[in-house]
């Protein structure tokens, strides 16, 4: 399993940009696949998830501002941000989140076994 997160880059604040995780070795519509991100001196945490059944969570810090989405075909999960902030930068990873339970309480479900991580992202917003 092979999880690729791209599409970060600079942006101005209050700006846009649409992250892709393309994911390889399971389908997308069959699991739940989470956005983390993590800023220089800060934990990790949760972004927004989508499970198999297209349920969605988002963490409050982004809720109407990022959307997530996901693309079947192309066995890809797509994070839409909005009206980004400064605080915004970050490192931006895809993973699969059994449940979206890493997303809501920050632990991921390992009943499931281990979850699968992708190469983050540099999204970085200015001021």
């Known amino acids: 399993v092979q999880l690729q997160a791209y599409g970060g880059g600079l942006v101005q604040a209050g700006g846009s940009l649409r992250l892709s995780c393309t994911v390889s070795g399971l389908s997308v519509e069959n699991y739940a696949i989470g956005w983390f991100r993590q800023a220089p001196g800060k934990e990790r945490e949760g972004v927004s998830c989508i499970n198999s059944n297209s349920n969605t969570k988002y963490a409050d810090s982004v809720k109407g501002r990022f959307t997530i989405s996901r693309d079947n075909a192309k066995n890809t999960v797509y994070l839409q941000m909005n009206s980004l902030k400064a605080e915004d930068t970050a490192v931006y990873y895809c993973?699969?989140?059994?449940?979206?339970?890493?997303?809501?309480?920050?632990?991921?479900?390992?009943?499931?076994?281990?979850?699968?991580w992708g190469k983050g992202t540099q999204v970085t917003v200015s001021s």
């Open positions: 993973a699969t989140d059994p449940r979206c339970r890493a997303v809501a309480t920050g632990t991921h479900d390992r009943s499931y076994g281990e979850p699968y």
